[in-house]
């Protein structure tokens, strides 16, 4: 049963950043699709990031591009998520999810097809 554990969550002010990881276990494929997504509260989840770790692609949602950076450690099985220049509008729990395959940057970022899912960790932005 594949396992997501992530953590790096935190509290950071505006223009500030973070690394959330994504440590996956219980399963033994080499390569699969990670997915970063996360929930604001009173707004529904939303794709942030997702690579696939056979070949590196990655995809990100537009209110991130040049400011988040997905990557991945394969011998690990860890996946990253750095955020920089962090807005308020960031803030919300980061979740990540995992599906045994990379279809596309559109099927990944919307959730719909990831098998597995952490339990979160939340990241606040504020002065």
């Known amino acids: 049963q594949v396992q997501l554990v992530e953590s ?3 509290l950071v002010q505006p223009g500030g950043s973070l690394r959330l990881s994504c440590a ?3 399963f033994t494929l080499d390569y699969y699709a ?13 794709g942030v990031s997702c690579i696939s770790t056979s070949d590196g692609t990655t995809v990100y949602t537009d209110s ?12 690990k099985k860890t996946v990253y998520l750095q955020m920089n220049s962090l807005k308020p509008e960031d803030t919300g729990v980061y979740y990540c999810a995992f599906e045994s395959r990379y279809y596309s940057g559109r099927h990944c970022l919307s959730g719909y097809g990831m098998d597995s899912w952490g339990k979160g960790t939340l990241v606040t932005v504020s002065s």
């Open 24 to 26: 996956a276990s219980g």
């Open 34 to 46: 990670i997915g970063w997504f996360r929930q604001a509260p009173g707004k529904e989840r939303e």
């Open 8 to 10: 790096g969550g935190g």
């Open 64 to 75: 991130v591009k040049g400011r988040f950076t997905i990557s991945r450690d394969n011998a």
